[in-house]
């Protein structure tokens, strides 16, 4: 059993390489085909928490006459589950965000260009899980960074952070990011987890 998670490949000049992992080749594949679909997960600022998928085909279950239900919620709860703070059913986390990136870096590492999968799933071009990480990277910066009309995901709707000579610098690192416009939502002085925007615009040579 555990010999189904540990994968060898010779190396050019000499030498092996192994990988330990909870999916394989084949199941890895299967599950970039679903987060790099621009339906499910992938959105223009990095991975979803919950597909969106499931915006207009909620997951239902009901015990006991009592109806349970996950929708896809881009932005703050609707519900007053666990004090109202159940947002992981939408919004784009900076943490789960930046392990994938190093997940795919390191598949890549041991993968190479021998496996490429489409991104987005069926745009048509196949990419190296490198390059793909590049690419969620570019989506995850852009939420901070102003785009043609001059505006800035991060600072959504509020004119002053746009606009605003005093403020439209000032770069908020926000909790998180909602799911589908990139704008900033909770604790709005996440300088922890949500500080790995530097990490993400160094590597890129940002």
């Known amino acids: 059993e555990f010999r189904e998670h540990l994968e060898a490949m010779d190396q050019p000049g000499g030498g092996e390489r192994r990988l330990l992992s909870i999916v394989s080749r084949e199941k890895l594949s299967r599950v970039l085909r679903l987060m790099l679909d621009e339906r499910e997960f992938l959105s223009p600022y990095g991975i979803r928490a919950v597909s969106q998928f499931h915006r207009d085909h909620p997951c239902v279950l009901v015990v006991d006459g009592n109806e349970h239900r996950v929708d896809y919620e881009p932005a703050e709860s609707s519900t007053g589950l666990f004090g109202g703070n159940s947002n992981w059913r ?10 994938l990136i190093e997940a795919l870096q390191k598949f890549d590492h041991f993968y190479g260009p021998s496996l490429q999968v489409e991104c987005p799933t069926g ?20 939420i901070f960074l102003r785009g043609p009309d001059g505006r800035r995901p991060v600072h959504g709707g509020v004119a002053k952070f746009q606009t605003d000579p005093h403020w439209r610098d000032l770069v908020w ?28 615009l160094q590597q890129s040579g940002g």
Request: charged letters at 15%; zero cysteines; proline letters at 5%.
């Open 90 to 99: 939408g919004p784009i986390w900076f943490p789960i965000n930046y392990l």
């Open 123 to 142: 745009s048509g071009p196949r990419s190296t899980l490198w390059d793909i990480a590049a690419e969620l990277s570019r989506r995850l910066t852009r």
């Open 173 to 200: 690192l926000y909790e998180y990011f909602h799911g589908d416009n990139g704008a900033g939502i909770g604790a709005s002085h996440q300088t922890g987890w949500t500080g790995l925007v530097a990490k993400l």
